[in-house]
């Protein structure tokens, strides 16, 4: 398997290419691995019959031009099309985002919250990392929208509390003095009462 991906060139060293969860620079192709060095500097052996299989994400087999998408939401308060505006700009000032094709903003959706907007940008480094670059301009979009007066909308939870259930009370009476029976010793009949009032004091 070695040998044939050197033949067809389909992988090469200095690639960048995405097997998986793996996204790195190809250092070297062997018989049996190819070695994968990520941006942590982890360096990975994936078995060449893998490249062979699974589904290889080459970065830069023809050229190292690369589209990155990158999503972000406003407020309904917001004005749209000035929100549109200062995120191409912000996309334009950011290192490493070329100017041709020019960065695009695009409205993907309406949801409840918010207006969710999506930057498209073009590197031709990404085997510098796409994540960082698109960080980058999230921050300078976060700073000329503080400086516009315009804020990104909070996340915002509703809960529905269900009233109580009503308590229920129960008020305990004494129990009624038993009649008295042929077999009541007068001890247990003075010590049967209704009440539980003590006895009075005796008296001469």
Known sequence: SGIVLLSERSIKPQDVIEVGETFGVVESLGLRYTSITTQEGKEFLIPNEKLMTDTVI??????????????LRIDYTSDLEEAINIVIDAAKATERVISWPQPVC????????CIVLEVRFWIIDPENGTANVGSNILR?????????????????????IEPESALKVEISRPKRAQAATKTDTPQQLATDGDTDATDAPETD
């Open 58 to 71: 080459n970065w830069s087999f023809s050229n190292k031009r690369v589209r990155v998408h990158k999503e």
């Open 106 to 113: 695009l409205v993907k959706d309406f949801t409840d919250e």
């Open 140 to 160: 300078e979009v976060w700073k000329r929208f503080t400086e516009n007066g315009m804020s990104v909308p909070l996340r915002r939870k509703e809960l529905f």
